[in-house]
């Protein structure tokens, strides 16, 4: 206790002085952390390809050991199963031929409708229908029920009435082909190749039933439609027959034609007479008339010509013979007589004339009257039998459709009968089953392959699993792009670990942070370097903030903090600065456990004004820069005795030290470590590398911020090269010192 007194008294300025120390030559300021600044930022929360790469690396030999269990296991699984034989049988179906040998069904046309027809018939080929004769047949297993369904057993009796289905049965079509290959597999080879013939069989037999079935069933509604029709068609045909009686006709038809044509010749004679009378009648009003002219006409008129012309001779004859022998001269007498009868000849034959023509006349008018009269009834009885015609002409047709479709009729059921007996070859066996050799399951290269590639994609999801539910910190830029707060050191992880890290005694090991340890600690050297480093990035990057006060707490306990803040207190202290470390955690205090000194009253009794400040402080035997302010007995209530005071505790000591370290209790759930943030130049906050939490870590930096403390950063405490690649050089540490001791 007298060294340490007499090093409290020590000046500032001699302090300084020391070969090692820090020139420290700014007042204590305290200026808020780039942190907080870089956490009001957005930041690129992105994970990098390579974290994957080097995650699948890290746990390779737990994803071969996966890979290669599951390959056994599916392997063992595979040799302990029954071989399953499968027999197939190719079906032909041939779109071109007809279903039928006459008829339309056997001048069909072929419909674009390949795949909706092999659609259907690989339907068919699993129906009940074609199964069921081959199931009872050979007692094959049907396919269990689903045992999720909540209904009730079933009886032997449901099963017997329920469609069959049948386990082990596949129907395929090899792409762009009119192929159906049926398959079926079973631990029989021989049962396999006969249960598929057999289907194939039924299949052929079921599809020549239907098709009878339906000819039959089409046969018989036809049959049933004949008697109709073919009373109808006795009806009608009798009253087409009663027609004809009636008309007295063979066919009314004819008769209408005979009409017409008579018809149409009494009119042309009518009209000849009606011109002929005319002619005659105007022939006859001439001779009425007394026209000499219209006598010579007639058909006398040539012999009353030459009569006219003879009396004209004569006339002019005994014109002669008078101015000759004049009037009493017998030639004249003789010529007299002569032009005198031929008067009365031609008076005559005019009157016979007339006569003629009369009669003539008479005889053109009454046939002119007559024919008329043929006309009149010609066109009565023509129309009246075109009236009739109309009826005829309907039921004509009317037995003629009747009969036409009785003889459709009766052709179609002939033509159904005998298409119903042909058995299609549209569909037909191209290859029958033939008993198997190799078994088709289980395949072990498949079986293995599958296992291969499931297995290793079931643990590379796994591994991706783990490592995004795992909320744990464990890389420094995953706590940058997680909170904006820079990662001051990482720690490495120290296996032979049973109750911390010891400290050395001074002189030890030429300034040695640690005490060596039976069977050697593999990883101290790092350790040390990692302690040294994180020493250096806190204090000479904060060069322009003076940093004299330091603060370590965690989130919970049991990270380290008190390990931390002893190794960084005596890094710093073997550097020649003079140093303080406070136990501040007076409900669990530790430091002096770790030191080997006596837990006095410290600084609970201090601030129960027990004793003075420096009274309290003692030396470290780890080294003579060193002293220790212990935190004195364990109490539940410290934050009761601290009311404000640790502004001035910490400005006190700091006119005796050029740093101060503060073990501080963990900040979530305790009320002191708030107070002690706010009073020193910078916080550290130590976290455990995959066990705390990035919501603790989260909400301990919030509630600093918020008491707008000074957060240096974070530490990563125990980390190890499998957490993240980031940690890979801790390896070279053992590897240099060992090429070193060698040399």
Partial sequence: M????????????????????LE????????????????????????????????????AWRIAAFVVAAILATLALSLQMTPVYEATVTIDVDRQTPTGVIGQESNRA?????????????????????????????RLPLKKPSRFRMVKPYTEQQRNDAPMVLDGLKVSRPPN?????????????????????????????????????????????????LDELRLKMEQSSSALAQFERDLNVINPEDKTNIISSRLLQINHEYTSAQADRVKKEAAWRSVEGG???????????????????????????????QAHYGSNHPEHRRSQAQVTELERQLELLKTNIQQGVNVEYEEALNRERMLELQVSSAKRELDQLNSRSFDYQNLRREAEADKKLYEELVRKIKEAGINASFQSSSIRIADLARIPLEPVSPNLLLNTGLALVLSVLIALIGVLAADALDNTIRDPEQVKSSFGTEVLGTLP???????????????????????????????????????????????????????????????????????????????????????????GDMRRPSVHRRFGIENNQGLGGYLQDKAMLKDLIQNSKASGNLDILTAGNPNRRPDDWLQGRMDGIIQELLESYQLVVLDAPPLLGFAEPLEMATSVDGVIVVTRAGSTSRKQVGNVLEMLRRLRANVLGVVLNQVNQSMSESYSYYGYYGKYYAAKDRA
Avoid: C
């Avoid at 340490?4 to 300084?16: D, F, M, N, Y």
């Avoid at 200026?31 to 870089?38: H, K, Q, T, W």
């Avoid at 419909?111 to 068919?124: G, P």
């Fill in 110 to 138: 072929v419909t674009n409708d390949s795949d909706q027809f092999l659609a259907t018939q690989a339907k068919m080929l699993q129906s009940d229908s074609v199964l069921r004769p081959v199931v009872e047949r050979f």
């Fill in 177 to 225: 082909t009119y192929l159906m290959l049926v398959s079926y597999r079973s631990t029989d080879p021989k049962l396999a190749s006969e249960t598929v013939n057999a289907i194939a069989h039924s299949y052929l037999d079921h599809t020549y039933n239907i098709r009878y079935q339906s000819s039959q069933g089409l046969s018989r509604f036809m049959e049933k439609q």
């Fill in 493 to 583: 992880e120290v296996k032979t670990w049973r109750h911390g890290i010891g400290l050395a005694n001074v002189g030890d090991s030429i300034g040695a942070l640690t005490k060596s340890a039976r069977g050697g600690y593999s990883t101290l050297g790092g350790y040390e370097e990692s302690i040294r480093t994180l020493r250096n990035a806190i204090l000479l990057t904060s060069f322009d903030r003076n940093l004299r006060s330091l603060l370590v707490t965690s989130a919970q306990p049991a990270e380290g903090k008190s390990t931390v803040a002893a190794h960084l207190a005596l890094t710093h202290a073997l550097q020649g600065s003079k140093t303080l470390l406070i136990d």
């Fill in 24 to 59: 420290l030559k700014m007042e204590p300021l305290r200026i808020p952390s780039l942190a907080a600044e870089r956490a009001q930022m957005s930041v690129d929360s992105g994970v990098p390809l390579g974290h994957y790469f080097w995650l699948f690396r890290r746990n």
């Fill in 291 to 321: 026209s000499t002219a219209a006598a010579q006409v007639s058909s006398q008129g040539e012999t009353m010509r030459k009569l006219d012309e003879r009396l004209s001779e004569m006339r002019q004859k005994l014109s002669e013979v």
């Fill in 2 to 21: 007298a060294k340490s007194s007499t090093e409290a008294l020590i000046p500032r300025s001699r302090i300084i002085e020391q070969p090692h120390a």
